[in-house]
């Protein structure tokens, strides 16, 4: 009976040393902003179109490296819907049947082949956790902050963030939405990054 006693509190001590050794999401500032990074994970998006509420849901993959970013969009089951490729001077995507579109920018392109935008320059900075917000400001979530309207419109929400011990915050859910205006249709557009591979 003691020995089990004796368990019992040795199981409750390293369970309470494990929780206090864990950061809290509150105490955790955002992670340094990476120009290299890979992250792949969920969306979902719903969109208005001609006067018609549309929504769609799949997978991603993203990898950006200094001044490149490149997208995979798939289904919910791994078909390939579109491949992006982004750099300074031009936007190409090419679809899952083998189309290729090219553009100046990707919000264009996006919008004219899959029927909404996909808004990746603003992404570059979304997916760590910053934006350039209305004001011009550099802004940087946290659990204290976690909305901003970016200069371009964009409202975003940081929902939750990565589950783990590490001293820095790294976001897990973002909703990102924009208003319909003469000149842009409403967009809504949910992300959930499911794993980061490269640092």
């Known amino acids: 009976m003691a020995k089990t006693i004796f368990l019992i509190s040795l199981m409750g001590a390293l369970l ?10 509150s105490s955790r500032q955002m992670a340094p902003y ?5 992250l792949s994970g969920r969306l979902s998006v719903a969109y208005q179109k001609d006067g018609k509420g549309e929504s769609l849901s799949g997978k991603f993959t993203w990898q950006q490296s200094g001044d490149r970013t490149d997208v995979t969009l798939a289904s919910p089951l791994g078909q390939t819907i579109a491949t992006i490729a982004i750099t300074p001077t031009e936007a190409t ?7 290729t579109r090219a553009a100046a920018d990707i919000d264009t392109l996006s919008a004219q082949a899959l029927g909404w935008p996909l808004p990746v320059s603003g992404l570059r900075d979304w997916l760590q956790g ?8 550099r802004f940087i979530a946290s659990p204290q902050r976690t909305s901003v309207t970016t200069r371009d419109g964009w409202h975003l929400s940081y929902v939750s963030w990565q589950d783990d011990a590490a001293t820095s915050l790294r976001p897990k859910r973002i909703d990102a939405e924009r208003s319909a205006s003469p000149q842009a249709d409403q967009v809504a557009i949910r992300i959930v990054i499911d794993e980061q591979t490269q640092p």
């Open 16 to 25: 309470a040393a494990c929780a206090s050794s864990a950061v809290a999401p």
């Open 130 to 137: 910053y934006a350039m917000a209305a004001d011009g400001g």
């Open 93 to 99: 995507l090419t679809q899952g049947n083998g189309r």
């Open 34 to 38: 990476r120009d290299t990074i890979g």
